[in-house]
């Protein structure tokens, strides 16, 4: 388990050896900066001596596997504000940093996904766009999405496209666009709506990815209340089907990472 009992957390992986998770918020309302990393191999758990910089919840998570995950934007209670922050873990040694790079806006209830080696994407909330992390220069550009979504999940097929599950498309009418996955084609950064649609609408869920294969979103609340299904959408084909598995407690406000 993982050292403190916290939501909205932000997870990234380095594929094949650890999976991490970086902040989030206890059960007393206060962002945490600690760091829990889970190693693969044995499937251990360890507290890291690295911590956020900033302590944040409700932020999204990309790794550029083998090199270095990041932390990005949140809410920190501490602050009281929104951050448009990078928080870097370098895998090589496990130690954190803020890069100088920022976010185009300051903003929570956002999807991260990755395009491994190339860049790291966080999407979309208020302004229609992506805010695009060059791995190389570790520089920010945006994308033009043309529309906006806060709780959504992301996931990415690594060296083809990215996609975003659900979410609440203004706040007040959170199903608007719930059942809608959009993707985001990696060689030209163009976005479109899948004709593929989740199997109940959904925000708040969390999505991870067998690159090369399928990616999966499971859990989020729904008009149903708090749900425990799991969508998988099929790569080389984006069809859509429910698993016969399902999580083991109905749960929102998750974060993924994949293997």
């Keep these: 388990t993982i050292v403190t009992a916290k939501h909205d957390v932000v997870g990234y992986a380095n594929s094949g050896t650890a999976g991490y998770v970086a902040g989030g918020r206890n059960s007393a309302g206060t962002d945490q900066s600690s760091i829990d990393k889970l190693s693969f191999s044995a499937e251990t758990i360890s507290n890291l001596g690295a911590t956020l910089g900033t302590a944040i919840s409700?932020?999204?998570?990309?790794?550029?596997?083998?090199?270095?995950?990041?932390?990005?934007?949140?809410?920190?209670?501490?602050?009281?504000?929104?951050?448009?922050?990078?928080?870097?873990?370098?895998?090589?040694?496990?130690?954190a940093s803020t890069i100088g790079a920022t976010m185009s806006k300051t903003a929570n209830a956002i999807a991260g996904f990755a395009n491994s080696g190339t860049a790291g994407y966080v999407g979309t909330r208020s302004n229609s766009t992506f805010d695009k992390l060059t791995y190389s220069s570790e520089t920010n550009g945006t994308v033009s999405s043309g529309y906006n979504l806060i709780n959504e999940a992301g996931a990415a097929n690594s060296g083809t496209a990215g996609y975003t599950f659900g979410g609440d498309a203004d706040g007040s009418n959170p199903f608007t666009e719930g059942t809608q996955i959009h993707k985001i084609l990696f060689s030209n950064d163009t976005v479109s709506t899948l004709s593929a649609t989740l199997s109940v609408p959904r925000y708040d869920g969390g999505a991870f990815a067998k690159s090369g294969t399928a990616a999966y979103a499971g859990g989020g609340n729904s008009t149903s209340g708090i749900v425990t299904s799991i969508n998988k959408l099929l790569f080389s084909n984006e069809t859509i089907s429910t698993l016969s598995a399902s999580l083991s407690v109905a749960k929102e406000n998750l974060a993924g990472s994949g293997f």
Excluded: E, M, R
Excluded at 64 to 83: D, E, I, L, R
């Design 58 to 95: 409700d932020g999204a998570g990309h790794a550029n596997s083998g090199t270095a995950g990041y932390a990005c934007g949140g809410y920190s209670s501490s602050a009281s504000a929104f951050q448009n922050k990078y928080q870097k873990l370098l895998f090589s040694n496990d130690t």
